[in-house]
């Protein structure tokens, strides 16, 4: 078995949100690590955020022009063409490195034109789809602004609501990244989180989206609960895709032998390919 499951979750400089971010950098990174497989999933987001007043003001992650009159972040969209025609230069000069094109569409099941045109621009291999804010009437981007303006409890049941919409949806993704996204935010005050405590919400996700012969993404940002994964397996689910959401080269797999491990003690294997997704059956 390699060292390193595939990275199936990168950002490199054709993302709007990764200012330190470099195609060529995370190859070399990849081959110096030993990895067989990246994917490179830039941000094609179409959502209008609700964002509070003060994180326009404080934040410089994004640049403040993106931000509307009405108070909403809309970043800028993604150069396909550019991008793609960078994924078959890195190939060509990294020819010991399989490099998969893909997109991380946000919200996709609110933008289905949209995104339906942009993966149409060309070859996306691998297509995640994520949420990053709350319900369609209220697309707060989460924070810890949104913690405190829900509280705990509320913004993960929101959350988790609007991810089984998403796993429902005929939206055009093959794997649900990020499931736990809100617990990067999530406060101290809470004290620790308990999966437990949300567990029919989880499953309720969980179940449509193995119904829907998707993925489910172990993002390693933040760890995800083990019993998460666990559920995963109950619910049926039959693959599990990894990925770093690396945003700089230096970042790319990190965590990934640690989900390894924890995907492998809930029942999935290495795929056929080192590039494939594991799957609850092992391979012959
Ligand atoms: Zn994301
Ligand atoms: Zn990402």
Sequence with gaps: MPAYPPDNHTHTEWSWDAVAGSMEG???RALELGLTSI??????DFTGWLIAPAVAAEEMWFDPAWVG???RLRPPQLDAAGYLACVQRCQEKFPDLRI???AELGEPHWHQREVGAVLGAGQFDRVLGSLHSLAEDEPWLIDDHVYQRFGPAVTIRRYLAEALRLADSAAPFAVLAHIDYPLR?????AGPFDPAAFEDEYHAVLRALARSGRALEINTRVPLPAPIVRWWYESGGEAVSFGSDAHEPAAVADGLTAAAAM???????PGRYPHDFW???PCR
């Design 26 to 28: 995370s190859c070399a």
């Design 39 to 44: 994917a490179f999933t830039e941000h094609v």
């Design 69 to 71: 009159a009405d108070g």
């Design 100 to 102: 998969v094109s893909g």
């Design 185 to 189: 935010f999530w406060p101290a005050a």
């Design 263 to 269: 995907a492998e003690a809930a029942g999935f294997h």
């Design 279 to 281: 799957l609850r059956r």
